[in-house]
């Protein structure tokens, strides 16, 4: 018998026929397995199993639906030339997934052994990483309380899950400048709140801002602080970066932001091509100043989906700030193309930071 603490291991008999490689959509297709784990506040976190993919029962009182606590994570799997498979720094998104469960009142997880047991599921789903130029597999951890109880509590009980789905090339039709609306009236997040968890209700609390921004003729919103609606903070998912009379500039950790790890990855990538990056609090006033000075360079969204996102328009009560032309910078064009051939094994990787899946 297996030990309730040793990973077991359940073959899918039934196979799924795989996406055509040309049409793969976001986040609709899964693999064939599935990795989870339970907690219990007398077991600690127990009985990690592969099996195969399938939906999951819970009790209609599991605190989940009630008081949403849960967290995620979101990291991608890439294909090398070569048909090797290699993961992009995954032990910081085990690490930070850590950060989001204590701020949610949820038990951390032991970093190293989950990273153990994704590349197990990995190796398993293997086939499932796309190799088209642009796609990759999507891997999602998450974490929902499932102790059944009205009580506004942390849970008991923690059920941990990864799932894989297949993506395609965020940008179909070749890397295009973004418009982002600078959104005024709604909130993310505020320092001290839960801004800088990967936690869900952070986002469906941006859908309404989203919707306006969207009807609007924009592709997404960059949310700015909070409290006095001045300083930058992050767009929907990403993180941003300004280019402006030659510096790099990016907003400071300051509790409401979230730490993407495509963000770090690129202040340390500049920082080895000996171009400073300045982390600090940035107005909206001073970027629509530099915007009328003509000198804004470059402004681009960092993240795991799109690596780089450049904007080519910013639209602030009613201004619109065009930069450069609406086309992509050379420096998030060198970025893009660095990291990208850095994931999928095309260059050297210096700095060390991809995991090969053997
Ligand atoms: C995930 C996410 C990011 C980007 O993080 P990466 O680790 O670079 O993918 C930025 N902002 C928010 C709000 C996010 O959820």
Not at 212 to 239: F, H, R, T
Request: glycine residues 8%.
């Amino acid at each position: 018998m297996v030990s309730t603490f040793e990973l077991e291991i359940v073959n899918s008999t039934n196979k799924k026929e795989k996406p055509s490689q040309d049409q793969v959509p976001f986040g609709t297709i899964f693999t064939d397995h599935m990795l989870t784990m339970e907690y219990s506040s007398d077991q600690g976190w127990h009985e990690p199993k592969i099996t195969p993919y399938a939906p999951i029962t819970l009790d209609p009182a599991a605190m989940i639906f009630h008081y949403g606590q849960t967290v995620f994570e979101g990291m991608k799997a890439y294909r090398t030339e070569d048909g090797r498979v290699l993961l992009f720094r995954p032990e910081k998104n085990f690490e930070r997934l850590n950060l989001s469960s204590e701020r949610l009142s949820i038990p951390p997880v032991d970093e190293k052994l989950m990273l153990e047991y994704l590349t197990k599921l990995i190796e398993l789903e293997k086939d499932w990483v796309p190799s088209t130029p642009g796609t990759s597999l999507y891997i999602r951890p998450f974490i929902i309380s499932t102790e059944a109880n009205l009580a506004v509590a942390p849970a008991q009980s923690y059920k941990f899950m990864v799932i894989l789905s297949p993506v395609g090339s965020y940008f179909p039709g070749g890397m295009k400048p973004v418009i982002i609306h600078v959104e005024d009236q709604f909130t993310r997040a505020v320092k001290g709140g839960t801004g800088m968890a990967k936690t869900a209700g952070n986002y469906s609390s941006g859908y309404q801002a989203q919707a306006q921004a969207k009807q609007a003729g924009n592709a997404d919103v960059l949310w700015l602080d909070g409290v006095e609606k001045k300083y930058i903070e992050e767009v929907g998912s990403m993180n941003i970066f300004f280019k402006i009379d030659g510096e790099v500039l990016t907003p400071e950790l300051n509790g409401s932001i979230l730490k993407g790890i495509t963000r770090t990855s690129i202040i340390e990538l500049l920082n080895s091509w000996g171009i400073p990056v300045t982390e600090r609090k940035i107005s909206i006033q001073e970027i629509y100043q530099a915007f009328a000075d003509g000198k804004i360079e470059e402004v681009f969204g960092t993240g795991t989906a799109a690596v780089i996102s450049p904007v080519g328009e910013l639209n602030w009560q009613g201004r619109k700030m065009v930069v450069n032309n609406h086309e992509i910078g050379e420096l998030s064009q060198k970025l893009y193309d660095t990291i990208t051939s850095i994931q999928t094994g095309k260059v050297e990787d210096a700095l060390g930071w991809t995991v090969e899946v053997k």
